[in-house]
């Protein structure tokens, strides 16, 4: 199994900056993912976090938007830049330890943005 | 390109009873897996079933079982003997490459 901590838990923000979201796991993994949650929805993929190269983005969000870092294999940061209200979710870190369609995805436990 | 469908909103069960959560898929891959999670209200996403496209059995852990068919493409949560700890959003996933969610059903047990 893999645990996964983010950081902050929860954060209320200023319309216009930005926001850095960590994610730690607690082991080596094969594959990383940042997914959002809008109030009330269901968890949509933002991009798949690579490392050592540029994220791959899902259809609807882009770099500028969300820059993603993966500098090794257990650390990941999702930056939410020039925050608006629609802006306000959960953001969810998420692994698998290998790279098939058989592996449990391990989520943490969310980091829950407001802006205002 | 892949699709997973819950049509079920909200669902209540009364406390002890089984209570079916219906999910459909699309998919062109031959090779996919479906996962079942809970959410309850602290956010958490919690793992509790998985079922491979070519496993013949269906899928069980405890009380969630899988009814998978595959013809079908539907791969429907049973939880059987329903507790008030179960009220909580469920979402049913499939990965081929991805995995991606469905709108998820809100079940609510009651005493």
């Known amino acids: 199994s893999a645990v996964i901590s983010q950081k902050p838990s929860r954060d209320i923000c200023q319309r216009g900056t930005s926001l850095t979201i960590q994610c730690q796991v607690d082991?080596?993994?094969?594959?990383m993912f940042w997914y959002r949650q809008q109030p009330g929805q269901s968890l949509t993929l933002i991009a798949t976090?690579?490392?050592?190269?540029?994220?791959?983005?899902e259809s609807g969000f882009v770099i500028d938007k969300f820059p993603i870092s993966r500098p090794n294999l257990t650390f990941s940061t999702l930056t939410v830049s020039n925050m608006s209200p629609e802006d306000s979710s959960i953001y969810l870190c998420?692994?698998?330890?290998?790279?098939?369609?058989?592996?449990?995805?391990?989520f943490g436990p969310g980091t829950r943005l407001t802006v205002l | 390109a892949q699709k997973i469908t819950q049509t079920q909103p909200g669902m209540f069960v009364q406390e002890k009873e089984a209570v079916t959560l219906d999910c459909t898929y699309d998919?062109?891959?031959?090779?996919?897996?479906l996962f079942w999670y809970k959410q309850p209200s602290s956010g958490e996403m919690i793992f509790l079933i998985y079922?491979?496209?070519?496993?013949?059995q269906n899928a069980t852990e405890g009380r969630y079982s899988l009814n998978f068919q595959k013809a079908r493409k539907s791969a429907n949560l049973v939880i059987s003997a329903s507790q008030l700890g179960d009220s909580a959003m469920y979402f049913c996933?499939?990965?081929?490459?991805?995995?991606?969610f469905g709108a998820g059903t809100r079940l609510a047990v009651h005493p």
């Open positions: 998919t062109s891959d031959p090779s996919y897996g």
């Open positions: 996933a499939m990965r081929g490459g991805k995995l991606i």
């Open positions: 998420s692994a698998v330890k290998l790279a098939d369609i058989y592996n449990e995805q391990f």
């Open positions: 976090a690579n490392q050592g190269s540029e994220a791959t983005y």
């Open positions: 082991s080596q993994v094969t594959m």
């Open positions: 079922q491979g496209s070519y496993d013949q």
